[in-house]
């Protein structure tokens, strides 16, 4: 796995710090959504219900504890002007995390670029995949988490928000909120189970491999936490 830092502006192909080698081939790229970003990542309409009830409560002790009507107002308003800009500084982020991030499917690797205020650009080879999941949100969009081998070591710090939640002993690089998920599953699907076959040969390859996806193999259950598994796992 490949960590580097990159300029945008001086990206050859939007998304990679490079062209790719002879051979290798972009199969799909696309960007989370910054809005679904910052409802699941930052968190913005809990933050916006919490600071609600702070401004209300706010109000009505001032006036409880004697204050005048107006007094209650002027300070409910003040902290209302307050919460706002707290607000506004969460959308602010989950707009440039969203908007400042691509992810890229080869044939060969993942490739996740992103970085507000430092560029970075993270290759996950299909070699150190070992596992995948995707998760389904209401609207269409969703999670790409991927299980990477135990000797490829990832930082949860610096991926995050491009990472599994709370998973901090073996972070899970993964890709968020993308629109059409299910696309991106299974062509990420068909490319690991091709690389699987190439490097293992046909017959093992087939009893590596799981395709246990509910939507892409019939009568296959999702795991407890709703994550339907997949994606190809070598053994």
Same mark, same amino acid.
């Given at each position: 796995?490949?960590?580097?830092?990159? &300029?945008?502006?001086?990206?050859? *192909?939007?998304?990679?710090?490079?062209?790719?080698?002879?051979?290798?081939?972009?199969?799909?790229?696309?960007?989370?959504? #910054?809005?679904?970003?910052?409802?699941?990542?930052?968190?913005?309409?809990?933050?916006?219900?919490?600071?609600?009830?702070?401004?209300? #409560?706010?109000?009505?002790?001032? *006036?409880? &504890?004697?204050?005048?009507?107006?007094?209650? *107002?002027?300070? !409910?308003?003040?902290?209302?002007?307050?919460?706002?800009?707290?607000?506004?500084?969460?959308?602010?982020?989950? /707009?440039?995390?969203?908007?400042?991030?691509? /992810?890229?499917?080869?044939?060969?690797?993942?490739?996740?670029?992103?970085?507000?205020?430092?560029?970075?650009?993270?290759?996950?080879?299909? !070699?150190?995949?070992?596992?995948?999941?995707?998760? +389904?949100?209401?609207?269409?969009?969703?999670?790409?988490?991927?299980?990477?081998?135990?000797?490829? =070591?990832?930082? /949860?710090?610096?991926? #995050?928000?491009?990472? =599994?939640? #709370?998973?901090?002993?073996?972070?899970?690089?993964?890709? +968020?909120?993308?629109?059409?998920? &299910?696309?991106?599953?299974?062509?990420? =699907?068909?490319?690991?189970?091709?690389? /699987?076959?190439?490097?293992?040969?046909?017959?093992?390859?087939?009893?590596? *491999?799981?395709?246990?996806?509910?939507?892409?193999? &019939?009568?296959?259950?999702?795991? =407890?936490?709703?994550?339907?598994?997949?994606?190809?796992?070598?053994?």
């Amino acid at each position: 796995m490949n960590h580097g830092h990159d &300029d945008f502006a001086t990206e050859p *192909v939007p998304g990679l710090p490079k062209e790719l080698p002879v051979g290798e081939k972009m199969l799909w790229q696309g960007a989370p959504d #910054w809005k679904e970003i910052a409802k699941r990542t930052f968190h913005i309409r809990k933050f916006a219900a919490y600071a609600a009830i702070i401004v209300i #409560w706010h109000g009505v002790t001032t *006036v409880y &504890d004697g204050g005048a009507v107006m007094a209650a *107002v002027t300070s !409910s308003t003040l902290m209302a002007v307050l919460c706002a800009a707290a607000i506004g500084m969460l959308a602010g982020l989950a /707009y440039l995390a969203g908007t400042g991030t691509v /992810y890229t499917i080869t044939s060969e690797r993942v490739v996740m670029r992103f970085g507000i205020a430092l560029p970075m650009t993270v290759q996950i080879p299909f !070699s150190k995949i070992v596992g995948a999941s995707l998760r +389904r949100h209401k609207n269409g969009l969703g999670d790409i988490p991927l299980t990477i081998a135990e000797d490829a =070591r990832v930082s /949860y710090l610096v991926l #995050w928000p491009h990472v =599994r939640p #709370w998973h901090l002993l073996r972070p899970e690089p993964m890709l +968020r909120c993308i629109p059409n998920a &299910d696309e991106a599953a299974q062509i990420l =699907r068909e490319a690991l189970k091709a690389s /699987y076959l190439q490097e293992a040969g046909d017959d093992v390859a087939k009893a590596n *491999v799981q395709t246990t996806h509910p939507h892409l193999e &019939d009568g296959k259950k999702e795991d =407890r936490n709703g994550h339907g598994q997949w994606a190809a796992a070598a053994s």
